[in-house]
């Protein structure tokens, strides 16, 4: 039998048996970071359905949503629930220079990762300069 005291995981438990909600709220870590022209963000969602993750975007809001039902079979006793389950959801606020119509999203071994271009308007172009000279030097 496994055996664990933390007084703190008790009573999380005991408020959700009580109150029936979760004390502490569901984690989806992520890391971003930008490369080249593009943003790219991983979140980690271990053991989710990949039907279950929900992507939306809505004004430059784009929200992560994933569910993972608890894994219990039918009369068993639950001993320790260290693993999360529920719903899990996420926000990131994006900025104008990115291109919202184009994110890309791929699932791999409990990884969501999602590329964000940035928008061809906002990349750094080079700007060519008229003076009379050359035009004097043309003709």
């Known amino acids: 039998m496994l055996m664990r005291t933390d007084p703190f995981r008790d009573l ?3 408020t959700q048996q009580v109150f029936g909600t ?4 569901a984690a989806m870590p992520m890391d971003a970071y930008r490369k080249g022209s593009d943003f790219y963000v991983h979140f980690d969602l271990p053991g989710i359905d990949p039907d279950s993750i929900e992507l939306t975007v809505e004004q430059n809001v784009l929200t992560i ?5 608890r ?7 639950m001993i320790v629930s260290e693993r999360p389950s529920g719903s899990f959801s996420r926000q990131l606020f994006l900025g104008e220079t990115l291109d919202t119509e184009a994110i890309a999203a791929d699932y791999h071994a409990g990884v969501l990762t999602l590329t964000i271009p940035v928008r061809e308007a906002a ?11 050359r035009q004097l030097a043309s003709a």
């Open 65 to 69: 949503r994933a569910e993972r039902p």
């Open 22 to 25: 979760v004390a502490r709220p």
């Open 71 to 77: 894994a219990l079979a039918d009369g068993a006793e």
């Open 12 to 14: 999380d438990r005991l």
């Open 123 to 133: 990349k750094p172009r080079r700007l060519s300069i008229a003076t009379k000279d």
